[in-house]
C-alpha cells in the first residue's frame, strides 16, 4: 500500500483554496453584491433577447390608448403592464429596448477607455521622463474640462449618433485609468522580476503585456465598472438633452425627456425609465465595490 507523503498530499487538498476560491467565498458573502449582479444579470436578458421579452414594437404608435396608466391603476389595462405614453407607445416595451442601448454605450465606452487609458498609463508609467510629462500634462489638460460639457461639445460637433456617442464618452474617459495604471506600474518597474526581464534582453513592449500589465488587471477591472454606470448616465444625459443617439432609437434618457411634461398627470411616462436607469446605475455601482474588496487581499478571509 503507497501512502501520499503529507508533502504532496497538502497541496493537492489546497488546490481549490487558492486566491480564486478566496475571491469568490468573499464575492458570494456579500449578499448585496449577489444582488446586483443578479439585477444586471437580468438586464443583459432583456439587452440581449429584447425582441423576445417586449410585447409591442418600441416605437408602434396607438393615439386611441395615449396615456394610459399602469395596469394595477384605474383606467390600466392588462395589455400594457406599465402604461402607455403620450403616443400611446407600451412603456414596458420602450423599457425592454432602451436597456439595449444603455449597456452597449456603458460597456463601449469603459472598453475604449480602458484600452486608451492602459495604453498611456503604461507608457507613461514605465518609461517616465519626457513621456510621463507630456502624458499626464495631457491628463491635466483634460482634467481641466466637465466632463459632460466636453461630450457635449464633441457631440454638437460631431452628430448625434450611437458610435459617436460611444466615441465621445470613451475619448472622454481615459484619464482614471492612466493614472491607476501609472501609479501600478511606476511600483513595480524597479521589482525583481522587470529587472530581471530587462537583464536577459526581454523587449520593453513584451514587459509592458506579459509582466506589467497582468498585475493591475484588478484595479483595471474595478475602474471599468465603475465606469460603465457613468457612462449609463451620461448616455442618459445626452439624449434627454436631444444629442445622444437618434431619437428613433429608443433610450432611456429620451424617455425621461419626454415624459418631463406629464409628471403632474402621468407619472409613469417618466417615472418608469427613471426607476430602470437608476436601478441598473446603483447595480453597476454595488458590482464595482464588491470587485474593489475582492481584489484587496485583506479582504480575503477563511
Avoid: C
Amino acid at each position: 500500500m503507497t501512502v501520499t507523503p503529507p508533502s504532496v498530499a497538502a497541496p493537492a487538498a489546497m488546490a481549490g483554496r487558492g486566491p480564486r476560491a478566496a475571491a469568490l467565498r468573499t464575492l458570494l458573502r456579500n449578499r448585496l453584491a449577489v444582488a446586483a449582479l443578479a439585477v444586471l444579470a437580468i438586464m443583459l436578458v432583456f439587452a440581449l433577447f429584447a425582441p423576445l421579452i417586449a410585447p409591442y414594437d418600441p416605437n408602434a404608435q396607438d393615439l386611441l390608448m395615449r396615456l394610459r396608466p399602469p395596469a394595477w391603476q384605474s383606467g390600466g389595462s392588462g395589455a400594457h403592464p406599465l402604461g402607455t405614453d403620450q403616443l400611446g407607445r407600451d412603456l414596458l416595451s420602450r423599457v425592454v429596448y432602451g436597456t439595449r442601448v444603455s449597456l452597449l454605450v456603458g460597456a463601449g465606452a469603459a472598453l475604449l477607455a480602458g484600452v486608451i487609458g492602459t495604453a498611456v498609463g503604461l507608457a507613461s508609467g514605465y518609461f517616465g521622463g519626457w513621456p510621463d510629462r507630456v502624458l499626464m500634462r495631457l491628463a491635466d489638460v483634460q482634467l481641466a474640462f466637465p466632463a459632460i460639457l466636453l461630450a457635449l461639445a464633441i457631440v454638437g460637433f460631431l452628430g448625434s449618433g450611437l458610435w459617436y456617442v460611444i466615441l465621445v464618452l470613451g475619448f472622454t474617459g481615459w484619464v482614471s485609468y492612466a493614472r491607476v495604471v501609472r501609479s501600478e506600474v511606476m511600483s513595480l518597474r524597479s521589482r525583481d522580476f522587470v529587472t530581471e526581464a530587462r537583464a536577459i534582453g526581454v523587449t520593453d513592449s513584451v514587459i509592458m503585456r506579459r509582466h506589467l500589465l497582468p498585475n493591475v488587471m484588478a484595479p483595471l477591472a474595478t475602474i471599468a465598472t465603475l465606469h460603465v454606470a457613468a457612462a449609463i448616465v451620461a448616455e442618459a444625459s445626452l439624449s434627454y438633452l436631444g444629442l445622444g443617439v437618434p431619437r428613433e432609437t429608443v433610450t432611456w434618457g429620451s424617455m425621461l425627456a419626454d415624459g418631463q411634461l406629464y409628471l403632474g398627470t402621468s407619472w409613469w411616462v417618466a417615472v418608469f425609465p427613471g426607476i430602470a436607469l437608476m436601478i441598473t446605475s446603483l447595480a453597476v455601482n454595488i458590482t464595482g465595490d464588491a470587485l474593489r474588496d475582492v481584489a484587496d487581499p485583506k479582504a480575503y478571509r477563511p
